[in-house]
């Protein structure tokens, strides 16, 4: 099944998105999903077209600052969580999407929890991949060395950058076929860098934690998390937390899996996301 793509101008900002929509009417609701540094919607290619052949439109946009996005200046978006909610809250508004399956992985996938937690009400299910969701996540050093300065800014402008990330979390060969596409924001402009470097130095981890820790005491929408268990950043006693106060949260365990698991395991992702979506639609 084909991925359409998609640019939409929402206020200043350009939005690029992939979308895979379901052959025929379906009363299903669609999915968004969210990738993590320093990839972008690409990620979720495999993932896509599986969820549309079950019925659901399955929508993945390129955060702003990456992939095809547009990549404003620091001085005209800041590149904080609170931009990039706001922004992504009047993207969605843009699509008219008034309830929806939201699905994250990674950091700056945190960001798309930030935003569960402020519009509770458009969730209609939440999914959550290798993601960082605790007081106790830190950047890991092959992320936060891209903050840096002056080494921060030298890094972030080497595409092959993308390559050491991706590959180191998720301790796997990505093909040549596959980094040439991650690489090539980097290759077209600098300004895929400094979008990097700004978002790196600007993601507030902590305050962000905090608050998702918070919102996640009164959550009650059905929630899976999919967890890599060879992710060499996030460990899987994380995900048993988030369990702790909402014990009816589905934990699926991939035991070959890292911190990208989409990459690698698409087929076990889109699985365990249609399993849970369609078990929760039945009840």
Known sequence: MAIEEHKLKVGTLEWFYRVAEPIGRTDRLPILLLHGLPAHSYSWSEVMPTLALQGFRAIAPDWIGFGSSAKPDLRDFAYTPDAFITALAEFIQALELERFSLVVQGFLGSVGL?????????????????????????????LQQLGLPLVGDMLTQDPLLVDRTLEKGSRY???????????????????????????????????????IASGWRSWTKPTAIIWGM????????????????????????????????????????????????RRQASH
């Open 230 to 277: 060879k992710d060499p950043w996030l460990p899987y006693e994380m995900a048993q937390q988030l369990t702790v106060p909402i014990p009816h949260v589905d934990l699926i365990q991939l035991e070959s899996a890292g911190h990208y698991v989409q990459e690698h395991w698409s087929e076990k992702v889109s699985d365990a996301i249609q399993f849970f979506l």
């Open 173 to 211: 060969s990505i093909s040549d076929a596959d980094l040439a596409i991650y690489r090539q924001p980097f290759l077209k402009s600098s300004a895929a860098g400094r979008s990097l470097l700004a978002t790196v130095r600007n993601l507030q981890m902590q305050q962000s934690m905090t608050e």
């Open 114 to 142: 930030q935003y569960a937690m402020r519009y509770p009400e458009r969730i209609e299910r939440l999914i959550i991949l290798n993601t960082p969701v605790s007081t106790t996540a830190k950047l890991p050093w092959q």
